[in-house]
């Protein structure tokens, strides 16, 4: 009787992992080719600075603040997180398409946190995929694509919004049971209005994002 | 005449920041002492309105808050943000309760050392006690309208954060007026107390969130 268990146990593991890995049925190979801000709206723009009320957990800790993106010139932008006590978190700077962690609070300055930060920021503002080489899948049904991309044991899977270029969730799988799984929400302006990260695996994170104007903030 | 015009408004604009930075060393740093310690001991409850504002100098950008803030002895602090999102923090004795979006997170202080840091340096700046901590070197200054204390992390774990905190009382040292930051990146933030009011009765819920 255990022995029939652990076999129900192990083929169902099995079934889910193949089933979790797979394309789903709906969605039609269209081509392959590299995958520009037509195809997905990219999160940010050179031109506006955006800030976002954040809540991030990480591990047992739990933090909150601000988060800020702004262009400082034509190829370089920061992420900065700040605590609503005005003490500075992290600060990564993105130059081109690569994420490098410049500050990080004493605290929270580990190895492991900082490249998981810089990753998981990255997996945010969609860098994996915007300008790399990618298979492109249709859903007629739903009128939305996703766009596929596997790179260093990562596989990469990008849903967008039905008849639309604008991101509605991304997944990320890696080795073992480490998956990624990204939420996104645009307001009526087209911009980034709510994101949820929700990071699974031996490293464990979720990041909640919510976007406040500016204006709000600078009053 | 458009010349002479800039010329006026940038001269007075730099005798303006001149005054505000001009702090020489206070001569007689005994008497400032004891007037600081008289306060700390004689407030026993103090609340205010605040305007925070963050300044990341890399990004030439600034991050403005406003709330209101209540402080008791001992080790009561409650943070009130009102904008530009309505955020609470109360810090009661060990206990950090925060309460974002109507939802409500508590925590023990010595479970995050980044909490502990903050609230550490916050309460000793209010109640005066920073200035018998070993945490920090103290220097003195005055102009024509406050005074100013200089402190200097000496610790690991602050010095890698924060570079200087800038205290500064009125004249007649009846309270902490502002509070500056300045972290190690240049990064800094400005806190102004404005509205003060000293010893005042403050209800018990405000350091309760529920």
Redesign the interface.
């Known amino acids: 009787m255990a022995l029939f268990r652990l076999k129900n146990l192990y083929l169902s593991s099995l079934l889910i992992l193949f089933t979790s890995c797979a394309i789903p049925s709906r969605y039609k190979l269209a081509q392959q080719r590299v995958i520009t801000a037509t195809d997905i709206q990219p999160l940010v723009s050179a031109n506006n600075?955006i800030?976002y009320?954040t809540?991030i957990f990480l591990f047992?800790?739990?933090?909150?603040g601000?988060l800020?993106h702004?262009q400082?010139d034509s190829t370089t932008s920061?992420l900065?997180f700040?605590?609503?006590?005005?003490?500075?978190?992290f600060?990564i700077e993105i130059k081109k398409d690569s994420l490098k962690m410049l500050?990080c609070?004493?605290?929270?300055n580990k190895s492991k946190i900082t490249t998981l930060l810089e990753n998981d920021m990255g997996q945010i503002l969609l860098y994996p995929i915007l300008n790399k080489t990618g298979k492109i899948y249709v859903n007629k049904k739903q009128e939305n694509n996703l766009y596929t991309i596997k790179e260093n044991s990562k596989r990469y899977y990008y849903y967008t919004e039905a008849n639309s270029n604008k991101i509605a969730k991304s997944i990320v799988k890696g080795k073992l049971f480490t998956k990624q799984k990204t939420v996104y929400k645009f307001d009526a302006d087209n911009l980034p209005e709510s994101v949820s990260l929700k990071h699974k695996g031996l490293l464990r994170l979720k990041i909640k994002l919510n976007r406040?104007s500016t204006d709000?903030?600078?009053? | 005449m458009l010349k002479h015009t800039l010329y006026i408004i940038f001269s007075i604009f730099s005798i303006s920041l001149i005054a505000q930075t001009n702090f020489k060393p206070v001569k007689d740093t005994v008497l400032l002492k004891e007037k600081i310690n008289t306060l700390s001991k004689t407030t026993n409850t103090l609340e205010s309105d605040f305007t925070?504002v963050?300044t990341?100098s890399?990004?030439s950008?600034?991050?403005?808050?406003k709330g209101h803030f209540c402080f008791q002895k001992t080790n009561l602090l409650r943070?009130e943000?009102s904008?530009?999102?309505t955020?609470i923090?109360v810090i009661n004795k060990d206990k950090v309760l925060?309460k974002?979006d109507s939802k409500l997170?508590k925590?023990d202080m010595n479970?995050?050392?980044?909490f502990k840091?903050?609230n550490d340096i916050?309460i000793s700046c209010i109640d005066g006690s920073i200035l018998s901590s070993n945490k920090f070197k103290i220097a003195y200054g005055e102009n024509d309208k406050a005074y100013r204390l200089e402190l200097t992390p000496l610790i690991k774990?602050m010095k890698?954060?924060l570079k200087k905190i800038y205290m500064y009382f009125d004249k007649a040292v009846t309270s902490v007026t502002k509070l500056e930051?300045i972290?190690t990146?240049d990064?800094f933030?400005v806190?102004d107390f404005t509205n003060k009011k000293v010893n005042g009765a403050i209800p018990a819920e405000k350091f309760i969130l529920k």
């Open positions: 600075s800030l009320k809540q047992n800790k739990y933090y909150t601000l800020l702004k400082t920061h900065v700040v605590t609503e006590l005005g003490m500075k978190m600060d500050y609070f004493a605290p929270m406040i709000k903030a600078n009053d | 925070q963050k990341l890399m990004l950008e600034k991050i403005t808050s943070w943000y904008s530009p999102y955020y923090i925060i974002d997170k925590y479970s995050n050392k980044v840091e903050i916050m774990g890698e954060s930051m972290e990146t990064d933030t806190i």
